[in-house]
Every structure is written in C-alpha cells, then in structure tokens.
C-alpha cells in the first residue's frame, strides 16, 4: 500500500454510501472529518435515491449524484448501461480520492471496480477478502455482527483515519435544518390542531424493512398513556406508512395528529428538532432525531447491532432471541418476538423515562419560525 497524497493536496472527494438514508446519516461524522482535512477540495456524495433525499441538509457535501446499484438491495436492473456511463462520469468529473464506505455486511468490491476504471488513483475501503488492485489503501474489515459490535459512526472515522485524516471537531451527525422548513413545519402543525408554544412527541410506525416495524397497534398502545397525561402526540411517516399510522391513531382513546404523507424530508427534519422526544422503529426518523438532539425511544429488532441511535438520549427496546443479528429484511420467525415481545408498557416507561431527564432546553419550530 503506497502512501496516499496529502489531503492538502486532494481536487476531488467521492464519497460513496449506496443503502438508505439513514446509513448516510451515520458517515456524516466521517464526511466531515474528510471536508475539515480537505477544505479546497470538491466533495461529492454518490449515493441511491433515498439517500440523495439528504442532499440540501448536508452541509460538508458539495454535490450528490444518485445511481442505483445493482449489488445493494433492492438492486436494480438494467445495469449495464448505468455502470458504464457512471464510469464515464467518474472520469470526466476527475476524481482523485474515492472513499467506499459499506456495513460489515457489503462489499466494497464492485465499485472500487468501477472506481479503477474510472482512473481514481486513491481507493480506500473496508474489505474481507484481498482485493489486491481494486484498492490502492485496503482496510482490513475486522467487523463482526454481535453485541460489542462497534458503531457504524465509528467504522467509518475508521476508514478515513486510513487516509492521514484526523476525526472531526463534531462527532455528531450532520443534518442541516433550513428557516424555511421550520416555518412550514409550524404551519403543518397549526393546521393539525396543535398550538404554538406546547411541547409534543413525534411518533413513526414505520421502517422499511417489516423486520423492523414493531407492530402499529402496539406503538398506538404504547402512546396511549402518554396522551391520556396530556402529551400531544404527531405521528409522521411516508405515503406507504399510511396504514401503520392508522393503526397506531386507532389503538388511541385520545386526540393525535398526522401529519404523515404530508412533510418534505426538510419539514420532517424541523418538526423531530422542535419535539421532546421521537418513538419510533430503527429507521431513519430516529437517525435524523440523533442528528438533531432530540431523545430517541428506538424499537430496535435485532436484525443487526451497529445503528443505535448516536450520541442522543435514548432507550433501545427489543426482547433478546436466539436468531438475533439475523440481517432478514423479513422475519421469520412466528410473531416476530424480538419485537413483539417487548411489552408496550415498557414503551411508555421508557418514554417518560426520557421526558423527565433534564436536556439543553430545545427550541421548538414554532419559536424559530419567522413570519
């Protein structure tokens, strides 16, 4: 492994985190370790679709491209056509230093193929086999799933430290809230019935993964004794997330709102930055409620155990099982008990738990909001 250029001397930056949104939060640290190393040089994310959905919120990225890999799940199908033009693309963006970051679980191997094609003299991953020259820097990948297993936050400062890059002045993840997304936060909560000024919980049902969706009815039971002490609670999620809401809203004997369907990623991110706390499955709400310093109650099943919620407040609910850090989008399981056996009671234990801590005083969107 020859020694990398210093990164005084670096044009152009590729990042590369190909999964979920939530996945891309989580090397936000690692991003900006790479921009504060590198501030004269380009840096640009590549990413799939829901992670691209970030773009206008991080504020060490330069540019984001989206391409679909055909590698990651979901995959996606007419390749050929699309690796060739990325690496057309790479070459003509004239990119020097490519990082490719992956879970334990990935290979980094395909696009550090298509990164050497692309003529990028610095490739630098985490890598179980010996990738000889797909990689110029190669990082030995040690991770193994299990508990004790270390935070993909720090995996990836891992990475970058491969490079001669010192960790960041800011280890939390980075997530940009713009004045405009809080002002129409504000008025999506007006026009859902909640007043300016009162403190509110965020409530997300959804995941997507049903392998990490405790089950709505459950969540609903959960909230119910937090609305009936006077808490107001907003339930958000996507187009897809509809009926989970409606589950959830219904195993309530009290008022709630929805806003689900109905938010920008933006909004969303203004509305968890004005809340007391999120309840919510292992998704990317509860990352983005990381990022912003609001509590997290996480349903956390035990599919794999490096996304916690990162330096935030938090409790981290699931019933220990034998088939855990099974990595099934799908459980297969009879009842789904990592999940299902966590009691809802203990939910709102935990909760009110987090409620009563003392926290740096938050400032709701409603006060941030300018007219």
């Given at each position: 492994m020859s020694p990398a250029p210093v990164p005084s001397a670096w044009r152009h930056v590729l990042v590369v985190r190909l999964d979920n949104m939530g996945d891309v939060l989580m090397c936000t640290p690692a991003m900006r370790a790479l921009k504060q190393a590198a501030p004269q040089a380009k840096l640009t994310l590549l990413t799939s679709p829901s992670g691209a959905r970030l773009a206008p919120h991080l504020d060490m990225v330069d540019g984001v491209t989206v391409f679909r890999a055909s590698w990651v799940k979901p995959g996606h199908t007419g390749v050929v056509d699309d690796e060739a033009d990325l690496v057309n693309w790479l070459r003509s963006e004239r990119v020097d230093v490519a990082v490719v970051m992956t879970s334990a679980t990935q290979s980094p191997l395909p696009m550090a193929m298509l990164c050497r094609m692309a003529g990028?003299?610095?490739?630098?991953?985490?890598?179980r086999e010996n990738p000889y020259a797909l990689l110029s820097h190669w990082r030995r990948d040690?991770?193994?799933?299990?508990?004790?297993?270390?935070?993909?936050?720090?995996?990836?400062?891992?990475?970058?430290?491969?490079?001669?890059?010192?960790?960041?002045?800011?280890?939390?993840?980075?997530?940009?809230?713009?004045?405009?997304?809080?002002?129409?936060?504000?008025?999506?909560?007006?026009?859902?019935?909640?007043?300016?000024?009162?403190p509110y919980i965020v409530v997300h049902p959804g995941a997507t993964a049903p392998s990490r969706r405790y089950p709505a009815a459950m969540m609903g039971e959960a909230v119910r004794g937090l609305v009936a002490e006077g808490w107001t609670c907003v339930f958000c999620g996507s187009e897809d997330e509809r009926e989970a809401v409606r589950t959830a809203r219904e195993a309530i004997a009290g008022p709630t709102a929805d806003l689900c369907a109905q938010l920008t990623l933006g909004e969303l991110?203004?509305?968890?930055?004005?809340?007391?706390?999120?309840?919510?499955?292992?998704?990317?709400?509860?990352?983005?409620?990381?990022?912003?310093?609001?509590?997290?109650?996480?349903?956390?099943?035990?599919?794999?155990?490096?996304?916690?919620p990162w330096q935030v407040p938090a409790r981290v609910m699931s019933h220990d099982v034998p088939c855990r850090d099974c990595l099934q989008s799908v459980c297969p399981q009879p009842g789904h008990p990592c999940l299902r056996n966590v009691a809802p009671h203990d939910v709102a234990i935990a909760a009110r738990t987090l409620l009563a801590q003392p926290l740096a005083p938050v400032e709701p969107v409603h006060a941030r909001a300018t007219c």
């Open positions: 990028i003299p610095v490739r630098v991953a985490h890598a040690v991770d193994k799933l299990g508990p004790g297993m270390r935070h993909e936050v720090e995996r990836q400062l891992d990475l970058v430290g491969t490079l001669g890059v010192p960790r960041p002045d800011s280890l939390r993840l980075g997530l940009t809230v713009r004045d405009a997304d809080r002002l129409a936060a504000r008025n999506a909560l007006l026009a859902a019935g909640v007043m300016p000024g009162g991110a203004a509305l968890i930055e004005g809340a007391s706390l999120l309840i919510g499955n292992n998704s990317g709400p509860a990352h983005m409620a990381a990022a912003l310093g609001t509590p997290v109650v996480c349903l956390y099943a035990l599919t794999n155990p490096q996304h916690t």
